[in-house]
């Protein structure tokens, strides 16, 4: 069990979050927000608050879903989730490749031709649990931009490294990189 951990405060509530190491020189601050409702609920109305005003939700599958579906439950505004697999379901879905600060190779995120159609020119607001190299958030943008849909905004709970300082996002709170 991993012991070192870094304690902050978001929306309100003290966490503790583990130190996991992500390169020799690079560790960061693990958030999973699976599980944790009081955060989730807690987290989402703290967003909400500083939404600009949108028609719909995407989030990329998997971490995002608690918090774009606690979102939509408290706004009653519609949600996409961008999938990592297309499904057999899916009915002509377009794709775009993507690679994230915790995740080991690129992966692909896709949407369905009914999700487009609604999506297609709606203020979409973009929703992620962590925003940190901005992959993520860089698919999620091209997936609504080739829907027809237009950025209201994007989101996250928390923000690390680089993704601190931009000015075209919104977050709860800074998440820090640990260098070694």
Do not use: W
């Amino acid at each position: 069990m991993n012991e070192k951990t870094h304690t902050m405060t978001i929306a309100g509530l003290e966490r503790h979050l583990p130190i996991c190491r992500v390169s020799d020189s690079l560790s960061i601050a693990a958030f999973v927000i699976f599980g944790d409702v009081e955060l989730t609920i807690a987290a989402s109305s703290e967003l909400l608050k500083k939404a600009p005003e949108f028609d719909v939700m995407i989030t990329a599958e998997a971490k995002g879903i608690p918090l774009v579906y606690e979102m939509a439950r408290q706004s009653g505004k519609p949600y996409f989730i961008a999938r990592k697999y297309p499904k057999l379901y899916m009915a002509n879905p377009i794709s775009v490749d993507v690679r994230s600060i915790t995740t080991d190779k690129e992966q692909t995120l896709y949407l369905d031709e009914s999700e487009m159609a609604v999506i297609n020119g709606k203020r979409v607001l973009i929703v992620d649990d962590v925003i940190s190299t901005g992959e993520s958030l860089r698919a999620l943008d091209m997936l609504v931009e080739r829907s027809g849909g237009k950025i209201a905004g994007q989101c996250a709970i928390l923000a690390e490294g680089d993704a601190i300082d931009r000015k075209d996002i919104f977050y709860l709170e800074p998440l820090p990189l640990f260098f070694e």
